[in-house]
């Protein structure tokens, strides 16, 4: 099974949160792990903005950093092309979602269409997984 993380899913994985370890399950499962280049950024962001709103220590976000930066080539990198961002606009106009968030679903669907296989689609939005199931992606636990 390949699974595709959206950034919200990624950071769980280096950040406990609610859902984190039901992300840590679905990874488990996988064959493949997947999600867009533009994760690696919002991770990034996200990481530093727990560490000024006091969620890490300074030592804790050096840790999750250091590790996130060493994972980050086992996952496979979906880049950014024409394409899918031209995919990503068509899909908030036909779902009500954020730009990023159109970028991962367009990514995932991208994905799944390269690679003939199904595509697990993993995210916290539960704009974002209706979209997703309307077009055919699997949600973890459904």
């Known amino acids: 099974m390949i699974l595709y993380l959206d950034t919200s899913s990624l950071v769980k994985l280096y950040v406990e949160e609610a859902g984190s370890q039901e992300v840590r399950d679905q990874v488990a499962g996988a064959t493949a792990v997947a999600t ?23 030592d804790e976000y ?13 996952y496979l990198s979906v880049d950014l092309s024409e394409a899918i961002i031209n995919l990503a606009g068509d899909l908030t106009e036909g779902h009500d979602l954020r730009g990023f968030d159109a970028i991962h679903f367009a990514s995932a669907l991208a994905l799944a269409d390269k690679l003939e296989s199904p595509v697990v689609f993993s995210c916290a939005d539960e704009r974002l997984k209706a979209a997703a199931r309307d077009r055919g992606l699997t949600i973890p636990g459904e």
Do not use: M
């Not at 530093?48 to 709103?53: E, S, V």
């Open 36 to 58: 867009a280049t533009i994760a690696h950024v919002e991770a990034r962001a996200a990481f530093a903005r727990k560490r000024r709103q006091g969620g890490l220590s300074e």
């Open 62 to 74: 050096r840790h999750v950093l250091d590790s996130f930066r060493e994972e980050w080539p086992a």
